[in-house]
Each structure stands twice: as structure tokens, then as C-alpha cells.
């Protein structure tokens, strides 16, 4: 049912992601990712920015996560980071709150070299960054994210996200 979720997550049918990692998490409480995977069904990174009731049940989910999670886990790696996105979310503006994510998940996927949904989450939220950085005219970094993930794609060809986030990282 994890992997379904993710599934889910990953093909941007995120109201269906978080029911279905809610279901998750009330099969095993203990399951920090499902509340994870609820937090990031509320983030939508390449749309719109979380209504306030996602603000607050993302919130509430990643802080579950980060609860369930023990310290120095990859769990936790990335529980922190969708908290970092929801954290003091009345106070933060979208674009800043997707560049602290990006800068989390760039820092997940480096401790986690061998993880390439750490990769491929990484890749996302540069792709988000990149697409609110109307400054940079170079799109370093959807270039940057179409460079780590292209290579990816033979290996996991019936990935539900992966061609997608190569698709839009190259949008603009």
C-alpha cells in the first residue's frame, strides 16, 4: 500500500496520495514515512502553493514524521525535510519554503547516495526552485535535474514520476 502511495505522489493525484498514506499510517502509527508521504500530498510543488487547511494538515503530518523517525535515519533525512517546508508556514512566503525544501532534499540525496527516490525528489524540487527563479535565465537548475535524472530513466522505466519530472525540468 506504500508503494501505491508513492505511486500516487508521484503522478501528482495528490488527494488520493494523502488518503492512501493516511491509510498507511493508521494500519502502522509507527510508519514515519506514511506520515511523510501525507505531508508531501499536501506540498503539490509544481502547482500552486498549499491551502491554508494543507498548510495545517501538512504541518501536523510532518511533524508525525519527524516524531516516528529516529535520529540520523534516512527516515528522518527526509521527514525534516517536508518539516522544513511546513514549518512556520503562516510566516514564510511559497518561494522560500521551496527553496528550504530544495535545499533539504539536495542534502538527503547527498547522505543518501544509493537512494534514488532521494535522487528523484531531489530532482523535483529543483525543478519547483528553478520554476520560481525568474532571474536565472541559465535554468540551472531544471538543467541540473534533467542531467541526474535522465540517466535514470533506463533503469527504472515504469517509474510513475521519473520521464514527468524530466519532461517538466525541461518546461522552460
Known amino acids: 500500500r506504500f508503494e501505491s502511495a508513492v505511486a500516487l505522489l508521484h503522478s501528482f493525484w495528490y488527494t488520493e496520495a494523502a488518503h ?56 528522518r533525512a527526509y521527514a525534516d525535510a517536508i518539516n522544513g517546508f511546513f514549518v512556520d508556514w503562516d510566516r514564510r512566503d511559497w518561494r522560500s519554503r521551496i527553496f528550504a525544501w530544495e535545499s533539504a532534499m539536495a542534502e538527503v540525496a547527498r547522505r543518501h547516495p544509493d537512494d534514488h527516490e532521494a535522487r528523484i525528489f531531489h530532482g523535483l524540487s529543483q525543478i519547483a526552485a528553478g520554476q520560481l527563479d525568474a532571474r536565472d535565465t541559465t535554468y540551472r537548475r531544471q538543467r541540473a535535474a534533467a542531467e541526474d535524472l535522465t540517466p535514470l530513466i533506463p533503469r527504472y522505466p515504469n517509474h510513475p514520476g521519473l520521464a514527468h519530472y524530466v519532461i517538466h525540468a525541461y518546461d522552460s
Open 20 to 75: 492512501a498514506f493516511e491509510a498507511v499510517g493508521r494500519a502502522d502509527s509507527t510508519c514515519a514515512l506514511a506520515h511523510w508521504g501525507a505531508a508531501m500530498s499536501r506540498l503539490h510543488p509544481l502547482w500552486t502553493p498549499p491551502t491554508d487547511a494543507e498548510n495545517v494538515a501538512g504541518l501536523a503530518a510532518a511533524q508525525r514524521a519527524v516524531r516516528t523517525s529516529r535520529p540520523g535515519t534516512r527516515e
